[in-house]
């Protein structure tokens, strides 16, 4: 797979911001850890926020088996999940021009249940928060079938990066109108230890790896 | 409006999430700049991300009149704009209980080309960073046809806040494993003047506001 594979995801406006390679996708999806599930139900469209991790050539969404639209994806109904980092505003001299800084992945195609569901938690656990799955008490059966993991396979998609600084025409950069961008990201504060925790406890490798691992992505 | 007003928007699962009162609505609406817009196109649903602004009861969101998306969206196709903040992951003592801070906020219904363009521009302009439009050159009537801002009408949604510690049981809670919140949130690093920018030009007061405001949020 090294590009788009579809007409329904070459992308139109703004074309020079696409990028083609498999790399620069998986870079995009594993970066974010909320997806937005597009699925229809009748004549409706949905837009579902929803945990996802990737695992190789497919994208896992975690839900309930209560949840209707769920299970509409479940049964393969034709999807769309977006995901979507939002990288800070471009603040340019003119409201045209002025624009955000994102990377945003769109795969298309139809889910299915995860044929592992365990091991699918398992990754999810683990995408969420690396190394946790080792210290959470283990999944009861009861757990189990109550949760439904979709998987989504990554083969119809397209990506997006927008970061470039504003793209003001000569007359406009000519003014006296100060221009740039303002750059976001997202960081932890420090762990607040349940209401209920016991006494002795300490932060567990994985939250402290975790953390240290955004610091070190956010300085760089 | 005080509430959700349709069986489409009751949330069914972890009902005790959802807020009904449109000052929640308007809080998350308010705090984001990201919408993914939910449209059907043949059998294909999209999940489109876009800037987008509340305007008293309406959504203004933000296309070129190139995308065949946005053009089915401005005709009124049946819509979907959701808007998911971030807010951290729920370390829980099991993977079951594990999960996320969120609010997600989902309005539905039918768009329609924003009656005063201009107007939906400042409104945009303003949205995204407060007093910028002040600050820009005028927009051109070549700009203007090149612009496509969409209103969404604000009268069918839901609201979703998760912002609780794990709930683990008691025969949990008295293992020996760590269980908290890792608190995330969005910031900002110092404004980057663009390339070209010409020296002289001081970071104007819509950039200096805005970073400050953010900074006092993170705060409190």
Redesign the interface.
């Given at each position: 797979m090294s590009g788009p594979t579809s007409q329904?995801t070459q992308v139109?406006?703004l074309r020079e911001l696409q990028q083609t390679d498999r790399a620069a996708l998986d870079e995009v999806l594993d970066a974010g850890?909320?997806a937005?599930?597009?699925?229809?139900d009748g004549?409706?469209?949905?837009?579902?926020?929803m945990?996802y991790v990737r695992d190789d050539d497919r994208l896992l969404l975690h839900?309930?088996t209560?949840?209707?639209l769920m299970r509409l994806l479940a049964e393969g109904a034709?999807?769309?999940?977006?995901v979507?980092l939002?990288d800070?505003?471009v603040?340019?001299?003119?409201?045209?021009e002025?624009?955000?800084h994102?990377r945003?992945a769109?795969v298309?195609g139809r889910c299915q249940a995860a044929s592992d569901p365990l091991d699918a938690?398992?990754c999810?656990?683990d995408g969420?928060?690396p190394g946790?799955?080792a210290?959470?008490?283990p999944?009861?059966g009861k757990?189990l079938a109550?949760?439904l993991v979709v998987e989504l396979p990554i083969d119809e998609w397209s990506v997006k990066v927008s970061g470039d600084?504003?793209e003001?025409p000569p007359q406009?950069?000519?003014?006296?109108?100060?221009?740039?961008?303002?750059?976001?990201?997202?960081?932890?504060?420090a762990?607040?230890?349940?209401?209920?925790?016991?006494a002795g406890?300490?932060?567990?490798p994985?939250?402290r790896s975790?953390?240290a691992r955004v610091a070190e992505d956010n300085a760089g």
């Amino acid at each position: 797979m090294s590009g788009p594979t579809s007409q329904r995801t070459q992308v139109n406006r703004l074309r020079e911001l696409q990028q083609t390679d498999r790399a620069a996708l998986d870079e995009v999806l594993d970066a974010g850890n909320v997806a937005h599930v597009a699925v229809v139900d009748g004549e409706q469209p949905y837009a579902l926020p929803m945990a996802y991790v990737r695992d190789d050539d497919r994208l896992l969404l975690h839900g309930s088996t209560g949840s209707r639209l769920m299970r509409l994806l479940a049964e393969g109904a034709p999807a769309c999940a977006t995901v979507t980092l939002y990288d800070g505003l471009v603040v340019a001299r003119s409201a045209f021009e002025s624009s955000m800084h994102y990377r945003s992945a769109m795969v298309l195609g139809r889910c299915q249940a995860a044929s592992d569901p365990l091991d699918a938690l398992r990754c999810l656990t683990d995408g969420l928060l690396p190394g946790r799955w080792a210290e959470v008490r283990p999944t009861t059966g009861k757990e189990l079938a109550g949760t439904l993991v979709v998987e989504l396979p990554i083969d119809e998609w397209s990506v997006k990066v927008s970061g470039d600084d504003p793209e003001d025409p000569p007359q406009d950069v000519a003014l006296d109108i100060w221009a740039g961008v303002l750059p976001a990201s997202t960081v932890y504060g420090a762990p607040r230890p349940s209401h209920d925790l016991r006494a002795g406890i300490p932060i567990p490798p994985s939250v402290r790896s975790f953390l240290a691992r955004v610091a070190e992505d956010n300085a760089g």
